[in-house]
């Protein structure tokens, strides 16, 4: 949510520049508009602007409508800026964090900090997917995890690099056609600044028709409960020919986990 309203606050001082340069450069003078026989006609003062002057015409109309937003715009800014403050204050987080210890004991809290989640979210225990026996190769990531391949420690370190919380290959119990069924996602990450749980998968071999089908199965089954691409879903791929995009998967990370 922040970083929407960071986002949005960017955006309106771009225009508001654009606003600024197109007050500076328009002609002088106001446009009168009315129409007759149903056709619109358009003066500046008193001067008639004929179809010749159609630049003209643009230009003032454009004027006129960029002073009517220039007048509100700072008021929405304020409103955008005091906004973004509240989220960075976490004034409604500070509510629960300045409690006694006795009495978060008894308190349930609406908006809990973000250290609170990390914290919950590391403690949880739980039995990943089982190598094979035949399964020879050992990577090991920064934590000391074994992982499935090369990528995937790739994958891991920059999460951790990034301070990002992640479980590997944790169990998701999810419904496929009213069915139960257990996923194992590679990465269930944290937002570090909201707490949003977020699934990172890599398809790893997709040029493969076997491995193709189970990931398959895993999108549709993602889909069907309502963990989307960018939205819960973070999905990095690969083939034989075509490796895993690291500046991809960083700029993933950038905008969807930090």
Not at 102 to 120: C, D, G, M, N, Y
Request: aromatic fraction near 12%.
């Amino acid at each position: 949510m922040l970083r929407k309203i960071e986002e949005e606050l960017i955006r309106i001082n771009q225009v508001e520049k654009e606003i600024e340069t197109t007050i500076k450069n328009a002609p002088k003078g106001s446009l009168r508009c009315s129409t007759s026989r149903g056709y619109f006609q358009y003066y500046r003062g008193r001067e008639y602007l004929n179809k010749d002057k159609k630049q003209v015409i643009k230009q003032l109309a454009q004027k006129e409508y960029c002073l009517s937003i220039k007048s509100k715009i700072a008021k929405v800014k304020q409103t955008i800026e005091l906004l973004i403050k509240v989220y960075k204050d976490e004034e409604l987080e500070q509510v629960y964090r300045k409690l006694s210890p006795v009495r978060k004991a008894v308190t349930s809290p609406l908006f809990k900090p973000i250290e609170e989640i990390i914290e919950e979210f590391e403690a949880i225990q739980y039995n990943g997917k089982e190598f094979a026996e035949q399964d020879i190769t050992e990577y090991y990531t920064s934590k000391g995890e074994r992982v499935r391949s090369k990528s995937e420690k790739i994958i891991a370190d920059e999460l951790y690099r990034c301070g990002i919380p992640y479980k590997y290959e944790m169990p998701t119990e999810l419904y496929n056609w009213n069915k139960k069924v257990t996923i194992y996602p590679d990465f269930t990450v944290l937002n570090r600044r909201t707490g949003r749980r977020w699934i990172v998968e890599h398809f790893g071999m997709m040029d493969n028709p076997t491995y193709y089908e189970n990931a398959m199965f895993k999108l549709d089954t993602y889909e069907k409960n309502g963990i989307l691409l960018g939205d819960g879903l973070i999905i990095l791929h690969e083939t034989s020919n075509i490796s895993l995009n690291t500046n991809v998967m960083k700029k993933y990370i950038e905008q969807y986990l930090l």
